[in-house]
């Protein structure tokens, strides 16, 4: 059984800048960073492999957001720059028993509370 909690989050102006940390408590693989705003979906953010290999970004924070992880220390970051508005969600961090990354929700088995991100204009 592993445990995740995240942590960060807040409120920040447009063109702003937040980060998002995740400790982990057990073994963990690929990781992931996932967001779900009012009234919509789940939608992936980011992901990483076991050893930090891979990654893969949606296209919407490509290019702004930067995720990483120590896994001396079991944690996952998530490094968001020149936010938007549009950026406003929970943000939930999430490992998978698997090494690969991946972008899709159903491959990950461990989830957090989530952190709440909001992103004033």
């Known amino acids: 059984q592993v445990q995740v909690v995240e942590s960060g989050g807040g409120l920040v102006q447009a063109g702003g800048s937040l980060s998002l940390s995740c400790a982990a408590y057990?073994?963990?693989?690929?990781m992931g960073w996932f967001r779900q705003a009012p009234g919509k979906e789940r939608e992936f953010v980011a992901t990483?492999?076991?050893?930090?290999?891979?990654?893969a970004y949606s296209e919407s924070v490509k290019g702004r957001f930067t995720i990483s992880r120590d896994d001396a220390k079991n944690t996952l970051d998530l490094q968001m720059n020149a936010l938007k508005p549009e950026d406003t969600a929970v943000y939930y961090c999430?490992?998978?028993?698997?090494?690969?990354?991946?972008?899709?929700?159903?491959?990950?088995?461990?989830w957090g509370q989530g952190t709440q991100v909001t992103v004033s204009s």
């Open positions: 057990g073994r963990t693989y690929a």
């Open positions: 999430a490992a998978s028993t698997q090494a690969v990354h991946t972008i899709l929700p159903s491959r990950y088995d461990y």
């Open positions: 990483v492999s076991w050893r930090s290999t891979t990654t």
